[in-house]
Every structure is written in C-alpha cells, then in structure tokens.
C-alpha cells in the first residue's frame, strides 16, 4: 500500500487507477473486493480521518475503487434469470456503498440477478424500485447511521414492500441494531453467500410481483 499511499497523496489519479488494476488482475476479481478493496477504503477511510489524508485524496481513491469494481459487477452480473433479484441500495443520508457494491459482487458471483442503486436512495425511490423491478430481495447497507435511526429505516421499508420481497441489512452500521420483523441481518459476506445460495432454490418464477 505505500506506493498507492504516495500515489493517491499527490492525486496522480492515472498512477492509483494502474496500481489497483494491477492487483487486481492478479488476485482476481472475489479477492480483491472482498480483501483488498475493503482493506483499502479502511485505510483511506482511517488517514482521512485522523487528518493524514485530504478529502480531495480519499474522493479520488475510492472513486477509483468504486469504478473498478463496477466494470467488474458488471462482467459478471447473472442474467440466467436462475438467482434472486436482488436491489442493492443505501437509504438518504448513508454515502458509503463501497462495502455495498462489494456485496453486489459477491452476490453475483453466486447467481443472483444484482441491481445495484448505489447511494443514498430515498426510501419511496427504493419502494418504486422494487416493484417495478419486480425484486424478490432489497439488500440495504448502513455504515454511519444511528442505530435508532437505522432500526427506523428498516421498520419503514418493512411496512411500505409486499411480504413476499425479503429484506437484507449489513454494514457496520447495523451495529446495535435491535432486531425488526422481517428483516435479515446479514453480518458478512460468507453469510450473504449462504442467503443467495438458499434463495436460488425457491420458486422465483411464482412469486415475483407482476408488472403493471
């Protein structure tokens, strides 16, 4: 990380995005979103934070990441129509979705058909997104919200979407959460895995809602 650190220090943007690519390209797609990508934004994350890093600095980097990633997500996207839909979204206010976008990747590796919103969509957005996407699964990632809060977001998206559409909350932001009916807690990506796995052995074709 110390020369992508002295690269993304002097926002030579061309010298970060090479340097990522490259690791990359030799770990492979899974492991580095899900070791390297994460282990990136923290440290980015952490040096910002404590005043070692510009906001102008962390911006580039993870946009970098961010566009990496997304080139990947969509290379690999499922469109076998096998796997679940599943809408990948922040709610207004939560600006991280670098993890998110990690669990997108990991989703669709698996089959799953990913739909991925980004950040801070509007709950009615998500609502509309939904259905008329005829999504079986809403996965909402939290990273800086106030548990209270956070546990109130998840009641409202719960009460507005058809019972049939699973709901999936992750991020660190879910810490303290208490428990909310009809809402899965997904704590890491093995466990997110496992979920996409077992929702590729239901009936989707019978319980998709109808467009209309």
Request: with cysteine; net charge negative; hydrophobic share 45%.
């Amino acid at each position: 990380f110390m020369v992508a650190r002295e690269a993304i220090e002097a926002l030579d943007a061309s010298k970060v995005r090479s340097l990522f690519a490259e690791r990359l390209e030799r770990m492979g797609t899974m492991t580095f979103a899900r070791n390297d990508a994460m282990a990136l934004a923290h440290e980015i994350g952490a040096r910002w934070e404590a005043g070692l890093l510009p906001i102008s600095s962390e911006h580039m980097a993870t946009g970098i990441l961010r566009s990496l990633l997304l080139d990947r997500l969509d290379s690999i996207r499922s469109s076998d129509g096998v796997g679940p839909r599943i809408i990948f979204a922040t709610p207004s206010g939560e600006r991280h979705d670098l993890g998110l976008l990690v669990a997108s990747l990991v989703a669709a590796s698996r089959g799953a058909d990913v739909v991925f919103l980004g950040a801070e969509v509007p709950v009615e957005d998500l609502t509309l997104s939904v259905e008329g996407s005829r999504a079986n699964v809403l996965a909402l990632g939290f990273v800086t919200g106030d548990s209270n809060d956070v546990a109130d977001c998840l009641k409202d998206v719960r009460r507005r979407l058809d019972k049939r559409v699973a709901i999936w909350g992750g991020g660190r932001g879910m810490t303290g959460v208490e428990s909310v009916s009809g809402v899965d807690r997904i704590e890491h990506f093995d466990r997110l895995e496992a979920f996409v796995l077992e929702a590729r052995g239901n009936d989707y074709a019978s319980t998709q809602q109808p467009l209309v």
